[in-house]
């Protein structure tokens, strides 16, 4: 039952960091693992926004697919991902972005489960390696999108 969680500070606003994690189908462009991405719903509440997305993921011969409910809450900077279906008995996370002195803090969390042992076999370490790279592809992608750190006010 593998579970990461982080905090980092990084030298972008909790705005910017929000809109990079929300933009969910430029995954394949820069997240481990990440092949495809298509959002297949998209409903807007009052205080949030619910995407159904598929994301396939792939390491030499293996490939997945997964179905998550996204949930994005621009307001409190908050973004939660459940699974609906697919190779996992279980996969949840949540990120968390906070406006610091010189940029924000990320609070990222993963827990998930894959629903058979020999897929864990075969993906486990190689996935549990990926995830624990995201906070950093994230990151990278900022300053792909943004340029050079600025500081906030």
Partial sequence: ?????TTRRVPFTADEMFAVVADVESY?????????????????????TTLTA???????????????????????????????DGPFARLSNRWRFRDVAGGCEIHFHIDYAFSSRMLAMLMG????????????????????IYGAARPTS
Avoid: N, W
């Avoid at 394949?28 to 949030?48: D, I, K, M, N, W």
């Fill in 1 to 5: 039952m593998p579970t990461f969680e």
């Fill in 28 to 48: 394949p462009e820069f997240l481990p693992l990440c092949e495809e991405l298509v959002v297949t719903a998209r409903e807007a509440g009052s205080t949030h």
């Fill in 54 to 84: 598929i994301m396939s993921v792939g390491y030499h011969a293996i490939r997945e697919r997964f179905t998550s409910r996204v949930t994005l809450r621009p307001d409190r900077h908050e973004i939660d991902v459940q699974k609906i």
């Fill in 125 to 144: 370490a190689l996935f549990d390696k990926a995830v624990r790279k995201y906070t950093d592809a994230f990151e990278a992608r900022a300053r792909s």
